[in-house]
């Protein structure tokens, strides 16, 4: 009689398609995409040959790592005096 292989069990972790990665990440996907080859945005993986997914935890926690950048630094503010349309008046 054979013996029983020990089964591995693996703590399945919720992921995204495409459409829902949309409505959580406002980008296009091509943005997306390059994103992903220059290491900026978790990487996709296939479920099956044409069914890529995103792991939910890694989007979030680049979401909150955004979240905080986007707090320490404040955006530019435009110089309004070199506008060509309605320039301000002295």
Same mark, same amino acid.
Request: charged content about 30%; glycine content about 4%; aromatic content about 6%.
């Given at each position: 009689?054979?013996?029983?292989?020990?089964?591995?069990?693996?703590?399945?972790?919720?992921?995204?398609?495409?459409?829902?990665?949309?409505?959580?990440?406002? @980008?296009?996907?091509?943005?997306?995409?390059?994103? =992903?080859? #220059?290491? %900026?945005?978790?990487?996709?993986?296939?479920?099956? !040959?044409?069914?890529?997914?995103?792991? @939910?935890?890694?989007?979030?926690?680049?979401?909150? =790592?955004? #979240?905080? %950048?986007?707090?320490?630094?404040?955006?530019?503010? !435009?110089?309004?005096?070199?506008?060509?349309?309605?320039?301000?008046?002295?």
């Amino acid at each position: 009689m054979l013996a029983a292989m020990p089964v591995e069990i693996v703590e399945a972790k919720p992921v995204v398609r495409r459409p829902q990665l949309r409505q959580i990440v406002p @980008l296009a996907d091509t943005t997306i995409y390059e994103m =992903e080859q #220059r290491g %900026e945005f978790p990487k996709r993986f296939y479920l099956t !040959p044409r069914c890529p997914v995103w792991d @939910l935890g890694e989007v979030n926690a680049w979401l909150a =790592e955004r #979240r905080r %950048e986007a707090g320490a630094i404040s955006p530019p503010h !435009p110089d309004v005096r070199q506008r060509k349309v309605r320039p301000v008046r002295v």
